[in-house]
Protein backbone atom coordinates (compact mmCIF):
# COMPACT_ATOMS: atom_id res chain seq x y z
CA UNK A 1 0.00 0.00 0.00
CA UNK A 2 1.36 3.48 -1.10
CA UNK A 3 2.08 6.01 2.01
CA UNK A 4 -0.52 8.39 2.19
CA UNK A 5 1.63 11.42 2.17
CA UNK A 6 3.25 10.36 -1.22
CA UNK A 7 -0.90 10.14 -3.20
CA UNK A 8 0.19 14.18 -2.68
CA UNK A 9 3.22 14.53 -4.48
CA UNK A 10 1.84 12.13 -7.54
CA UNK A 11 0.10 15.80 -8.43
CA UNK A 12 3.08 17.52 -8.26
CA UNK A 13 4.80 15.00 -10.56
CA UNK A 14 2.38 15.73 -12.95
CA UNK A 15 2.08 19.39 -12.49
CA UNK A 16 6.14 19.89 -12.85
CA UNK A 17 5.95 17.35 -15.73
CA UNK A 18 3.99 19.78 -17.60
CA UNK A 19 5.27 23.50 -16.11
CA UNK A 20 9.08 22.94 -17.03
CA UNK A 21 8.36 21.13 -20.17
CA UNK A 22 9.53 18.01 -22.13
CA UNK A 23 13.01 18.26 -20.81
CA UNK A 24 12.35 17.55 -17.75
CA UNK A 25 11.74 14.01 -16.41
CA UNK A 26 9.71 14.45 -12.91
CA UNK A 27 10.12 10.95 -11.10
CA UNK A 28 8.36 9.47 -7.88
CA UNK A 29 9.89 6.42 -6.00
CA UNK A 30 7.82 4.57 -3.41
CA UNK A 31 11.14 3.06 -1.22
CA UNK A 32 8.71 0.77 1.08
CA UNK A 33 7.62 -1.18 -1.45
CA UNK A 34 8.91 -4.57 -1.65
CA UNK A 35 10.40 -3.87 -4.14
CA UNK A 36 11.05 -0.12 -4.35
CA UNK A 37 9.52 1.34 -7.58
CA UNK A 38 8.38 4.04 -9.25
CA UNK A 39 4.61 5.32 -8.86
CA UNK A 40 4.45 8.15 -10.95
CA UNK A 41 6.36 10.03 -13.86
CA UNK A 42 5.92 12.57 -16.16
CA UNK A 43 8.12 12.75 -19.34
CA UNK A 44 9.14 9.50 -18.44
CA UNK A 45 10.63 8.60 -22.51
CA UNK A 46 13.94 11.11 -21.35
CA UNK A 47 14.56 7.80 -19.54
CA UNK A 48 12.47 4.98 -21.08
CA UNK A 49 10.73 3.91 -17.62
CA UNK A 50 7.32 3.93 -16.69
CA UNK A 51 5.44 3.37 -13.28
CA UNK A 52 5.69 0.14 -12.19
CA UNK A 53 9.51 -0.09 -13.04
CA UNK A 54 12.13 -0.54 -10.28
CA UNK A 55 14.19 2.03 -8.09
CA UNK A 56 17.86 2.26 -9.56
CA UNK A 57 20.57 0.26 -7.51
CA UNK A 58 22.75 3.96 -7.04
CA UNK A 59 19.63 5.63 -5.94
CA UNK A 60 19.43 2.53 -3.52
CA UNK A 61 23.43 2.96 -2.90
CA UNK A 62 22.55 6.65 -1.92
CA UNK A 63 20.23 5.92 0.30
CA UNK A 64 22.35 2.99 1.73
CA UNK A 65 24.49 6.12 2.71
CA UNK A 66 21.81 7.54 5.06
CA UNK A 67 22.52 10.82 2.79
CA UNK A 68 18.71 11.93 4.40
CA UNK A 69 20.20 12.11 7.94
CA UNK A 70 21.64 15.43 6.95
CA UNK A 71 20.33 16.70 3.63
CA UNK A 72 16.54 16.75 2.75
CA UNK A 73 17.92 16.39 -1.27
CA UNK A 74 20.77 16.29 -3.09
CA UNK A 75 21.00 18.33 -6.63
CA UNK A 76 22.39 19.13 -9.33
CA UNK A 77 24.55 15.43 -10.24
CA UNK A 78 25.36 14.10 -13.23
CA UNK A 79 23.24 10.21 -14.43
CA UNK A 80 23.27 8.68 -17.75
CA UNK A 81 20.63 7.78 -19.54
CA UNK A 82 20.73 4.52 -21.31
CA UNK A 83 21.19 5.40 -24.53
CA UNK A 84 24.34 7.85 -23.36
CA UNK A 85 22.89 11.39 -22.91
CA UNK A 86 23.97 12.83 -19.87
CA UNK A 87 20.79 14.39 -17.77
CA UNK A 88 21.34 16.82 -14.34
CA UNK A 89 19.69 15.61 -11.55
CA UNK A 90 18.10 16.56 -7.76
CA UNK A 91 16.50 14.31 -5.73
CA UNK A 92 14.26 15.24 -2.51
CA UNK A 93 14.03 12.43 0.50
CA UNK A 94 10.41 12.61 1.47
CA UNK A 95 10.28 11.49 5.32
CA UNK A 96 8.07 10.85 7.39
CA UNK A 97 7.37 12.02 10.90
CA UNK A 98 10.45 9.92 12.16
CA UNK A 99 12.76 11.20 9.89
CA UNK A 100 12.97 8.14 7.69
CA UNK A 101 13.08 8.25 4.02
CA UNK A 102 9.25 6.83 2.21
CA UNK A 103 9.62 8.25 -1.31
CA UNK A 104 12.08 10.04 -3.50
CA UNK A 105 11.20 12.81 -5.71
CA UNK A 106 13.45 13.18 -8.63
CA UNK A 107 14.01 15.94 -11.50
CA UNK A 108 16.46 14.93 -14.67
CA UNK A 109 17.35 17.62 -16.75
CA UNK A 110 18.07 16.60 -20.51
CA UNK A 111 19.61 19.69 -21.47
CA UNK A 112 20.84 18.21 -24.90
CA UNK A 113 18.59 20.86 -27.30
CA UNK A 114 20.28 23.41 -25.47
CA UNK A 115 23.89 22.24 -26.11
CA UNK A 116 22.87 21.82 -29.70
CA UNK A 117 21.37 24.70 -29.97
CA UNK A 118 24.70 26.86 -28.27
CA UNK A 119 26.97 24.76 -30.37
CA UNK A 120 25.28 26.14 -33.36
CA UNK A 121 25.52 29.60 -32.13
CA UNK A 122 29.18 29.34 -31.48
CA UNK A 123 29.54 27.83 -34.49
CA UNK A 124 28.27 30.68 -36.46
CA UNK A 125 29.69 33.54 -34.11
CA UNK A 126 33.20 31.83 -33.07
CA UNK A 127 34.33 29.76 -35.94
CA UNK A 128 38.11 29.26 -35.28
CA UNK A 129 37.00 28.65 -31.98
CA UNK A 130 35.19 26.21 -32.23
CA UNK A 131 37.23 23.50 -32.99
CA UNK A 132 37.34 21.94 -30.07
CA UNK A 133 33.68 21.85 -27.88
CA UNK A 134 33.62 24.48 -25.33
CA UNK A 135 30.95 23.14 -23.18
CA UNK A 136 32.24 22.58 -19.78
CA UNK A 137 31.14 19.67 -17.41
CA UNK A 138 28.76 19.47 -15.15
CA UNK A 139 30.15 20.56 -11.94
CA UNK A 140 30.61 17.90 -8.78
CA UNK A 141 28.08 18.17 -6.15
CA UNK A 142 29.74 19.83 -3.03
CA UNK A 143 30.35 16.68 -0.15
CA UNK A 144 28.37 17.26 3.00
CA UNK A 145 29.49 18.43 6.05
CA UNK A 146 29.69 15.22 7.29
CA UNK A 147 31.73 14.40 3.85
CA UNK A 148 29.56 12.33 2.18
CA UNK A 149 30.82 12.04 -0.98
CA UNK A 150 27.93 12.76 -3.62
CA UNK A 151 29.53 11.28 -7.26
CA UNK A 152 28.19 11.41 -10.29
CA UNK A 153 25.97 8.13 -10.83
CA UNK A 154 25.31 6.23 -14.30
CA UNK A 155 22.64 4.92 -14.37
CA UNK A 156 22.20 3.70 -17.79
CA UNK A 157 22.47 -0.28 -16.82
CA UNK A 158 19.92 0.44 -14.09
CA UNK A 159 17.12 1.97 -16.47
CA UNK A 160 16.62 -1.08 -18.61
CA UNK A 161 17.50 -3.91 -16.05
CA UNK A 162 14.79 -6.02 -14.18
CA UNK A 163 14.70 -6.74 -10.27
CA UNK A 164 16.62 -10.02 -10.68
CA UNK A 165 18.77 -9.12 -13.23
CA UNK A 166 20.03 -5.65 -10.90
CA UNK A 167 20.55 -8.78 -7.82
CA UNK A 168 22.68 -11.06 -10.24
CA UNK A 169 24.66 -8.05 -11.76
CA UNK A 170 25.01 -6.32 -7.90
CA UNK A 171 26.53 -9.59 -6.34
CA UNK A 172 28.57 -10.41 -9.07
CA UNK A 173 30.06 -6.91 -9.14
CA UNK A 174 31.05 -7.49 -5.15
CA UNK A 175 32.38 -10.40 -5.65
CA UNK A 176 34.47 -10.50 -8.74
CA UNK A 177 37.71 -9.68 -6.79
CA UNK A 178 37.50 -12.84 -5.03
CA UNK A 179 40.28 -15.18 -5.34
CA UNK A 180 38.60 -18.47 -3.00
CA UNK A 181 35.60 -20.21 -4.40
CA UNK A 182 32.49 -19.10 -3.43
CA UNK A 183 31.59 -22.76 -1.29
CA UNK A 184 34.93 -22.29 0.53
CA UNK A 185 34.75 -18.97 2.24
CA UNK A 186 34.32 -18.83 5.36
CA UNK A 187 32.34 -16.60 7.86
CA UNK A 188 33.93 -13.56 8.11
CA UNK A 189 34.46 -13.49 4.24
CA UNK A 190 30.70 -13.87 3.63
CA UNK A 191 29.66 -11.28 6.31
CA UNK A 192 32.30 -8.87 4.36
CA UNK A 193 30.29 -9.74 1.63
CA UNK A 194 26.90 -9.09 2.97
CA UNK A 195 28.39 -6.19 4.42
CA UNK A 196 29.30 -4.77 0.83
CA UNK A 197 25.65 -6.04 -0.22
CA UNK A 198 24.39 -4.17 2.36
CA UNK A 199 26.14 -0.55 1.78
CA UNK A 200 25.03 -1.23 -2.20
CA UNK A 201 21.48 -1.53 -0.94
CA UNK A 202 20.72 -5.09 -2.50
CA UNK A 203 18.63 -5.86 0.34
CA UNK A 204 16.18 -3.30 -0.36
CA UNK A 205 15.33 -5.20 -3.26
CA UNK A 206 12.68 -8.04 -3.21
CA UNK A 207 14.67 -11.29 -3.14
CA UNK A 208 17.74 -10.02 -2.46
CA UNK A 209 18.00 -12.06 0.40
CA UNK A 210 17.17 -15.35 -1.15
CA UNK A 211 19.46 -14.43 -3.53
CA UNK A 212 22.57 -14.35 -1.48
CA UNK A 213 21.87 -17.19 1.03
CA UNK A 214 22.06 -19.31 -2.22
CA UNK A 215 24.55 -17.91 -3.81
CA UNK A 216 26.69 -17.99 -0.38
CA UNK A 217 25.54 -21.69 0.29
CA UNK A 218 23.81 -20.56 3.62
CA UNK A 219 20.23 -20.10 5.19
CA UNK A 220 18.51 -16.98 4.62
CA UNK A 221 18.10 -17.09 8.68
CA UNK A 222 21.86 -16.90 8.54
CA UNK A 223 21.82 -13.47 6.01
CA UNK A 224 19.89 -12.09 8.37
CA UNK A 225 22.02 -12.91 11.50
CA UNK A 226 24.81 -11.45 9.67
CA UNK A 227 22.76 -8.15 9.07
CA UNK A 228 22.02 -7.87 12.48
CA UNK A 229 25.71 -7.62 13.36
CA UNK A 230 26.26 -5.21 11.51
CA UNK A 231 23.49 -3.26 12.97
CA UNK A 232 25.29 -3.82 16.38
Do not use: W
Not at 64 to 79: G, H, R, S, V, W
Amino acid sequence: MIPPILHQYTILVNFLGKALGPDYEIVLHDITAEPSRIIAIANGHISGRAIGSPTTNSALQTLAANPYKTNDFLYNYQISAKDGRILRASTMFIKDDDGNPIGLLGINFDDARYRELCAKMLSVIHPDQFLKPPLMPFPAIPASPEGISLQSYTLADDFSMDISTLIEKSFDSVTASLSTPMERLNQQEKRDIVQKLQERGMFKLKGGISFVAKRLSCSPATVYRYLGELEN
